[in-house]
T-cell receptor
Framework: KAGVTQTPRYLIKTRGQQVTLSCSPISGHRSVSWYQQTPGQGLQFLFEYFSETQRNKGNFPGRFSGRQFSNSRSEMNVSTLELGDSALYLC???????????FGPGTRLLVL | AQSVTQPDIHITVSEGASLELRCNYSYGATPYLFWYVQSPGQGLQLLLKYFSGDTLVQGIKGFEAEFKRSQSSFNLRKPSVHWSDAAEYFCAVGGMLNAGKSTFGDGTTLTVKP
């Protein structure tokens, strides 16, 4: 089976812009979770989607949003980018959400 | 609330020496426990997991971990470290209480001396 894929792998944006990141889960997995990783804050949970519904949400501002499509692919969007949004964004998939999560390679976002 | 503590930020061991990375967790129900490894600029690779049953679990790359409920710990061990094991290691807790949400420790960076 192919693993979790994320596109793009690298992204450079400027403050105030918006960005959309994409994640394709492992075939058959219905849960997709997003995490932000920074040197200062570590790995922080953003949100989780299961069967096109947001089931769980972390403590991030409303500028961070996501969605999931009927094929389980997921996108996350960050509007009005700030310098502090520079991070590695990781996507993880699992079959139902409560058990093993498999991670993609991440999208590294740099905000200038 | 769920939480994970990895007390050691950085550990240095000699190649061939044994390794133990510590992890303590807090979770309001039956925990699912994981260890992941991350090389620079890469995603997380699952080393091993514990859901239930035998408290000593075997993983990939010769790693094992022991679940101790009384100590709320899930320490990772390897009998003989190889230079390629140098990386950052994360302990995580999840479960059906907050499906899809794993909580991670701050990570332990492993340096291997030749």
């Amino acid at each position: 089976k192919a693993g979790v894929t994320q596109t793009p792998r690298y992204l450079i944006k400027t403050r105030g812009q918006q960005v959309t990141l994409s994640c394709s889960p492992i075939s058959g997995h219905r849960s997709v979770s997003w995490y932000q990783q920074t040197p200062g804050q570590g790995l922080q949970f953003l949100f989780e989607y299961f069967s096109e519904t947001q089931r769980n949400k972390g403590n991030f501002p409303g500028r961070f949003s996501g969605r999931q499509f009927s094929n389980s692919r997921s996108e996350m969007n960050v509007s009005t980018l700030e310098l502090g949004d520079s991070a590695l964004y990781l996507c993880a998939s699992s079959s139902a959400g409560g058990e093993t999560q498999y991670f993609g390679p991440g999208t590294r976002l740099l905000v200038l | 609330a769920q939480s994970v503590t990895q007390p050691d930020i950085h550990i240095t061991v000699s190649e061939g020496a044994s390794l133990e990375l510590r992890c303590n967790y807090s979770y309001g129900a039956t925990p699912y426990l994981f260890w992941y490894v991350q090389s620079p600029g890469q995603g997380l690779q699952l080393l091993l997991k514990y859901f239930s049953g035998d408290t000593l679990v075997q993983g990939i790359k010769g790693f094992e971990a022991e679940f101790k409920r009384s100590q709320s710990s899930f320490n990772l061990r390897k009998p003989s470290v190889h230079w390629s094991d140098a990386a950052e290691y994360f302990c995580a807790v999840g479960g059906m209480l907050n499906a899809g949400k794993s909580t991670f420790g701050d990570g332990t960076t492993l340096t291997v001396k030749p």
